[in-house]
């Protein structure tokens, strides 16, 4: 069974930062990759960064500049560093793996969720 657990959310003043942490476990073979999605009321789910397997970053446009996702594989972590928070970043924030796992029977690829965790910035 895999699992993700995140941590980092919280309430947070115009401007701050956070650091959003998101530890994968179980019979992990592989993470292809790692991302970070957002949703607030009334908005559709969006895609805010992603990382590969091989290091490589992508970024929403509304983010780009502000936030920073890294990882450790050894661990099997993510992160999201979050910096010049504004309220328009208020939302729930999923964690989420494109991961090769070891299943009963056998070897199977598929996508997995976090909880999610609240990030609300004040203004």
């Known amino acids: 069974q895999v699992q993700l657990v995140e941590s980092g959310g919280g309430l947070v003043q115009d401007g701050g930062s956070l650091r959003l942490s998101c530890a994968v476990s179980?019979?992990?073979?592989?993470?292809?990759?790692m991302n970070w999605y957002r949703q607030a009321p009334g908005k559709q789910r969006e895609l805010v960064a992603s990382i590969t397997t091989d290091g490589r970053t992508n970024y929403a446009d509304s983010v780009k500049g502000r936030f920073t996702i890294s990882k450790v594989v050894a661990r099997n972590t993510v992160y999201l560093q979050m910096n010049s928070l504004r309220p328009e970043d208020t939302a729930v924030y999923y964690c989420?793996?494109?991961?090769?796992?070891?299943?009963?029977?056998?070897?199977?690829?598929?996508?997995?969720w976090g909880q999610g965790t609240q990030v609300t910035v004040s203004s």
């Open positions: 989420n793996a494109d991961a090769t796992t070891a299943q009963a029977t056998g070897v199977r690829r598929g996508g997995y």
């Open positions: 179980g019979s992990v073979l592989r993470l292809n990759s």
